[in-house]
């Protein structure tokens, strides 16, 4: 009983039929009154006119109010009808994501190279081909003057010279954080302009960037990708396990 009524639904359904039986004993009622009052016959007439404007009243009421009633229903079914299409359109999403990805390939690529260089290599290219990012980018942790810092070591689909030496202390921009913290940062709403892509039909900016730390008890190095789409959380957790696997092969090789 307590279920009944906390459904608001059925709950308005029970008052639109008290409503109802209100409007049918408030007739008989007003039509008993004559009689009760022992008026004499002839009055009738004189209350034809009131029995046909409160009728109609009642009637008017209880045709709205039911109307009303089955409004709300429709309304709340098309509401349930447009979550559950939002829900299943996330889950095909994410679904999509599971299926054109596989840790197997990332390591299949990775025990096949044998040098750092390689092995990172390797790595960034089979995360990025899966998960079809824009741009990616593999950074190797270096020490120097007794500071630790990550340099630029291999990209995919980067473009900048080869000759070109792009490094990150411990903490300085959003690589140098991660590096630092040992922790995946995921931005999802990248500022115009602040990555670009450049091809031969021309130039765009991604607008999601994620980057993961390569550790293996301490930060190794750290991986960055770009996309033009939203990872999905099994897509990030990807990369995570990628990188894992990358640093269990380059912590053999230090």
Do not use: H
């Amino acid at each position: 009983m307590t279920g009944l009524f906390n459904d608001r639904y059925y709950l308005n359904l029970i008052l639109a039929a008290v409503f109802t039986a209100g409007i049918g004993i408030s007739l008989y009622l007003i039509y008993s009154l004559p009689a009760n009052l022992r008026l004499t016959d002839g009055y009738q007439a004189e209350l034809v006119n009131i029995y046909i404007i409160l009728v109609l009243t009642f009637v008017l009421g209880a045709v709205t109010l039911l109307s009303a009633l089955r409004y709300k229903k429709e309304v709340v079914v098309m509401r349930d009808r447009i979550v559950d299409a939002a829900t299943a359109e996330r889950e095909a999403a994410e679904q999509a994501g599971k299926t054109t990805i596989s840790l197997d390939t990332v390591k299949s690529n990775v025990n096949q190279a044998n040098a750092v260089k390689d092995i990172l290599q390797a790595g960034l290219q089979a995360v990025c081909k899966q998960l079809d990012a824009g741009q990616g980018a593999v950074y190797i942790v270096k020490e120097e003057d007794g500071k630790r810092k990550v340099e630029l070591k291999n990209g995919y689909a980067l473009t900048i010279g080869e000759s070109t030496v792009i490094s990150y202390e411990f903490g300085e921009g959003l690589i140098g954080q991660a590096a630092s913290s040992g922790r995946t940062l995921y931005v999802d709403d990248v500022p115009q302009g602040y990555i670009k892509i450049i091809s031969g039909l021309g130039s765009a900016s991604p607008k999601f960037l994620l980057i993961v730390p390569i550790k293996k008890e301490r930060v190794l190095g750290v991986i960055e990708i770009a996309s033009f789409t939203n990872l999905t959380e099994d897509q990030r957790k990807f990369v995570e396990e990628s990188a894992e696997l990358i640093a269990d092969k380059i912590s053999t090789r230090a």
